[in-house]
């Protein structure tokens, strides 16, 4: 059976003010507005993913709610190896780990360039495939048989 994960680059946040730390950063509105659109493209497109996993990060935890509730998702759960800055190698261990307990369908909020590079390895390249734009949700199916992954397709929030 083929599990289904999506990716979804965190929404547009904040510009790095002096003294803030880069994990500190917030989404702005366009960002919420992003999330809102993501939400509502899950909704029309019946994509319902049944577990939300998202980096600690407040820019991803604030993405991932709002998609949750407005996509009537259930509650996001933390994961660390979401973090920016997780070497793609050990996002895919950890990924693959959870594989064989995750549900049919899970949503992924993270960071850019480590989905890029992380969605690369699970399709069998040390190079980077794609380039996910913010508030971008892509779709990978994982065959759990021949332990193969297939990209079935990314959408920028501005098509959607």
């Not at 507005?33 to 493209?41: M, T």
């Not at 064989?100 to 909020?109: A, G, I, K, M, T």
Request: overall charge positive; hydrophobic content about 45%; charged content about 20%.
């Amino acid at each position: 059976m083929n599990k289904y994960i999506y990716f979804l680059r965190h929404a547009t946040a904040e510009v790095i003010r002096p003294n803030q730390l880069d994990i500190d950063r917030c989404l702005v509105e366009k960002g919420r507005l992003q999330a809102r659109r993501v939400a509502a493209f899950m909704q029309r497109h019946a994509i319902a993913p049944t577990a939300v996993f998202s980096s600690p990060y407040p820019r991803a935890m604030q993405t991932a709610a709002i998609v949750a509730k407005e996509a009537a998702l259930g509650a996001v759960q933390e994961y660390p190896w979401l973090a920016l800055g997780t070497a793609s190698r050990e996002a895919k261990a950890q990924l693959q780990q959870l594989l064989p307990d995750l549900p049919q369908h899970s949503l992924l909020v993270g960071h850019e360039p480590d989905f890029s590079a992380l969605i690369s390895l699970l399709l069998g390249s040390e190079t980077g495939l794609l380039n996910v734009r913010k508030a971008s949700l892509s779709c990978v199916s994982y065959c759990s048989d021949t332990q193969q992954a297939e990209l079935q397709w990314s959408v920028p929030a501005r098509f959607m």
